[in-house]
T-cell receptor, first 114, second 115 residues
Framework: DQQVKQNSPSLSVQEGRISILNCDYTNSMFDYFLWYKKYPAEGPTFLISISSIKDKNEDGRFTVFLNKSAKHLSLHIVPSQPGDSAVYFCAASGSGTGGFKTIFGAGTRLFVKA | KAGVTQTPRYLIKTRGQQVTLSCSPISGHRSVSWYQQTPGQGLQFLFEYFSETQRNKGNFPGRFSGRQFSNSRSEMNVSTLELGDSALYLC??????????????FGPGTRLTVL
């Protein structure tokens, strides 16, 4: 039962253009969402987060949008740079009958072409 | 400030053996979580420890166990290894009391190969 889904395993974008990475979740108990970036041979590093009381959070070139009614969030990278090439994981956090949980998606591999 | 460290970085075992992986969190972090990463499956949550107590547990068989010491260092043990246990095992620490709602800081992982 995948509660957090990243349906695109990979995405290729030209340098300077916008990269849009998508994430869907199924459980309404999630109310905090995070994006992590992972380079090969390294652990994931935190990128940006958003609380369910907001619909947008921006940090430099990175913006996360949250659509609660659709249970969908997206990460926009503008402009994309070759150094952004990595695997991006979406994560959803919340508490419910099963206790506290943070669930990660399967990841999307982003290729930014120079 | 030193980051999260994991030892060993690479490990090769055979089926039926057992293995222990170690994780040292960032100084001052008391929450340690363990994840299994396999291709196409993302990061699967194993368990979270806080102040030497298991706070949360994922859907893994009992062959997977862990513990946390008083200095917040954590170990993960897998007994009776199976081929499907081959994966990257990641440890993450959190500043506050729970990995939920908080940014996690990940180590580089231990790559386990089961032959």
């Amino acid at each position: 039962d995948q509660q957090v889904k990243q349906n695109s395993p990979s995405l290729s974008v030209q340098e300077g253009r916008i990269s849009i990475l998508n994430c869907d979740y199924t459980n309404s108990m999630f109310d905090y969402f995070l994006w992590y970036k992972k380079y090969p041979a390294e652990g994931p590093t935190f990128l940006i987060s958003i609380s369910s009381i907001k619909d947008k959070n921006e940090d430099g070139r990175f913006t996360v949008f949250l659509n609660k009614s659709a249970k969908h969030l997206s990460l926009h990278i503008v402009p994309s740079q070759p150094g952004d090439s990595a695997v991006y994981f979406c994560a959803a956090s919340g508490s419910g009958t099963g206790g506290f949980k943070t669930i990660f998606g399967a990841g999307t591999r982003l290729f930014v072409k120079a | 400030k030193a980051g999260v460290t994991q030892t060993p970085r690479y490990l090769i075992k055979t089926r039926g053996q057992q293995v222990t992986l170690s994780c040292s969190p960032i100084s001052g972090h008391r929450s340690v979580s363990w994840y299994q990463q396999t291709p196409g499956q993302g990061l699967q949550f194993l368990f979270e420890y806080f102040s030497e107590t298991q706070r949360n547990k994922g859907n893994f068989p009992g062959r997977f166990s862990g513990r946390q010491f008083s200095n917040s260092r954590s170990e993960m043990n897998v007994s009776t290894l199976e081929l499907g246990d081959s994966a990257l095992y990641l440890c993450a620490s959190s500043r506050d009391g729970t990995a939920t709602y908080n940014e996690q800081f990940f180590g580089p992982g231990t790559r386990l190969t089961v032959l």
